[in-house]
C-alpha cells in the first residue's frame, strides 16, 4: 500500500476506512470489496482476529473460552465452518476460521496493521477526515475517505463496580480480561463476580481449579444446556423460528421447562426467555458444579473489609482473587457522541437500524448488537445492507430517502421486551425479526428503480 504524507490530508475519493480486524471488521471489508468498493481496514494491534487472537494485547480472552453459540448458528454464511469441527469451536478454531477467511477472500492487503485511528472529523458534507496514528512512531497520516465503519466490537472497556472498602482490599482483584491463565486459580479461594457467560464459565474453572469458589450474582437469569433433545440449544430453538412471536414464547418456554425445574432446583429462581426477556447463560457444567458443592451461589457484595467480603445476606467469605466478570461497555471514542446517537452519559448508541448513525449517512457501526445468537451471520448481512446504501445513496437519490424512512421506521421493531435487566441487555434484539428486518432493508436497496 502506498505510504501518505503527514502534512496534507490525502483524499482517498470514494473509498470506505474500516476500523478494526476483528470478526466485524474483516467481514465488513469482504462485503464492500464484493461490492466494489475501495477499502482501507485499521487495525491498532499487529494481528488480525480481534479478540479471539491471544496476541492481541488487547483480547479479552479467558482460560477455556469456546462459543456459546453452536458452530451452525454462529459461521459466517458464505464460508461454512470445517463439518467433522465440534459443536463449540474453541477460541483457537475461531482464530483458525478467522484467518482462513481472511486469507480465502485475500482480506490481509486491505489491512494496516499497527495503525491506531486517533480522530475522525466530518468534512465536506458526508466526508471524513481520519488521523491514523501508526504504533512504530511514526507521524500520523491524515486521510480523507467517503464513508467509515466501525467494527471495533465492544468488547474491550471493562465495566468495573466499585464497592465500599474495595480500596483497602488485601486481597487480589482483576478483571476477567486480565484472567489470561487458569494456574492464577490454582490452590485459592477464588470468587467470581458477575452471572453471565462470561462469569458463569470463569466460575467453572474455578470450580476444578481452586481450592474454594463462590459465585457472587446480583439476579438471577435462565440458564441453559449447551444440548437439548440431543442437538445444540441454539438449533433447537432455531427451528421453532419463523412462527408468530406468541407461539415461539410457547413452544420455547415448553422446551425449557426441564432446564427451568433443575436451576430452580440449585436455587435459581428466574423466568425464561419467553416471559422476561433476559438474554440466558449457556453452559453445561455450572448447575452441576453447584449440585456438588464446588461451587457455591450468593447475591450481591455488600462490601469489603480488609481480608474479607460480606454479601447482602450478611454471609462473609475470605477470598484470595476476586474475578470481576462483569462485562464491558460499548465505549467508542474516535467520534462525536451525537455522530452515534449517544445522549446523556449513557455511553450506549442509538443508531437507526443498529448500524446507521442517526447524524451522518456515510457513517456506520457493524456487530454493535447482542443477539441471542451467534452475531457473525448478523454482521454478514449488516455489512451487505450498509454496502448496497453506499452504492444508492449516490446514484439513485429517490430511493435513497425511501430507505431511510423505511430504517427509522423498523428501528424499534426488533427490541427485546426487558425488564429491566443487565447492560448488556441494551444491546439485545430479537434474532429473528433483527435478520427479517435486515431482509426488507437490503430488498428495498436492490429494487430496480422505476422507468
Not at 454479601?311 to 462473609?316: H, I, K, L, N
Not at 429473528?432 to 432493508?441: K, P, V
Request: charged share 25%; net charge negative; glycine share 10%.
Amino acid at each position: 500500500m502506498q505510504e501518505y504524507s503527514s502534512q496534507a490530508a490525502y483524499d482517498r475519493g470514494e473509498a470506505v476506512c474500516v476500523i478494526g480486524a476483528g470478526a466485524s471488521g474483516l467481514i465488513a471489508v469482504k462485503n464492500l470489496r464484493e461490492n466494489g468498493f475501495e477499502v482501507d481496514c485499521y487495525e491498532r494491534d499487529t494481528v488480525l482476529g480481534g479478540l479471539w487472537n491471544p496476541q492481541n494485547q488487547h483480547s479479552p480472552l479467558y482460560p477455556n473460552t469456546h462459543l456459546v453459540t453452536s458452530r451452525s448458528q454462529t459461521e459466517i454464511p458464505d464460508f461454512p465452518m470445517p463439518d467433522d469441527w465440534p459443536d463449540y469451536p474453541s477460541a483457537a478454531q475461531m482464530l483458525e476460521y478467522l484467518t482462513a477467511y481472511a486469507k480465502h477472500f485475500g482480506l490481509s492487503e486491505h489491512i494496516w496493521y499497527g495503525s491506531e485511528i486517533s480522530q475522525i472529523d466530518t468534512v465536506e458534507g458526508s466526508r471524513f477526515e481520519v488521523v491514523v496514528k501508526p504504533a512504530a512512531g511514526s507521524a500520523a497520516r491524515r486521510l480523507r475517505y467517503g464513508a467509515v465503519i466501525i467494527a471495533t466490537g465492544h468488547h474491550w472497556a471493562p465495566n468495573l463496580p466499585a464497592y465500599p472498602g474495595q480500596e483497602d482490599f488485601r486481597g487480589t482483584v482483576l478483571h476477567s480480561s486480565q484472567l489470561k491463565d487458569a494456574s492464577r486459580l490454582r490452590g485459592k479461594q477464588v470468587l467470581v463476580v458477575g452471572g453471565g457467560n462470561s462469569g458463569v464459565d470463569i466460575a467453572c474453572e474455578a470450580a476444578v481449579n481452586a481450592a474454594g469458589c463462590v459465585h457472587s450474582v446480583r439476579r438471577d437469569t435462565p440458564h441453559l444446556p449447551k444440548y437439548l433433545g440431543g442437538e445444540p440449544t441454539d438449533f433447537a430453538l432455531a427451528r421453532i423460528g419463523g412462527r408468530p412471536k406468541f407461539l415461539r414464547r410457547f413452544l420455547t418456554d415448553r422446551l425449557l421447562k426441564g432446564p427451568g425445574r433443575l436451576a430452580a432446583r440449585m436455587g435459581i429462581e428466574a423466568p425464561g426467555p419467553g416471559s422476561a426477556g433476559e438474554e440466558p447463560v449457556r453452559n453445561g457444567r455450572y448447575l452441576e458444579h453447584v449440585g456438588d458443592g464446588s461451587i457455591r451461589r450468593r447475591g450481591d457484595i455488600a462490601r469489603f473489609d480488609g481480608f474479607d467480603v460480606t454479601f447482602a445476606d450478611g454471609t462473609e467469605m475470605r477470598p484470595d482473587l476476586v474475578v470481576l466478570a462483569t462485562g464491558y461497555a460499548p465505549k467508542i471514542t474516535l467520534v462525536k457522541p451525537k455522530l452515534l446517537g449517544v445522549e446523556g452519559d449513557s455511553p450506549y448508541p442509538k443508531l437507526y437500524a443498529r448500524m446507521f448513525s442517526p447524524r451522518a449517512e456515510t457513517l456506520a457501526v457493524a456487530g454493535l448488537v447482542e443477539p441471542g445468537v451467534g452475531v457473525l451471520p448478523i454482521v454478514h448481512w449488516q455489512t451487505h445492507a450498509i454496502a448496497h446504501w453506499l452504492h444508492v445513496r449516490k446514484g439513485d437519490p429517490e430511493r435513497a430517502a425511501n430507505f431511510r424512512r423505511q430504517v427509522v421506521a423498523e428501528s424499534d421493531q426488533y427490541e427485546v421486551e426487558s425488564g429491566g435487566a443487565s447492560p448488556r441487555h441494551r444491546l439485545a434484539v430479537d434474532a429473528e425479526e433483527y435478520l427479517a428486518s435486515l431482509g426488507r432493508i437490503i430488498d428495498i436497496l436492490e429494487q430496480e428503480p422505476a422507468k
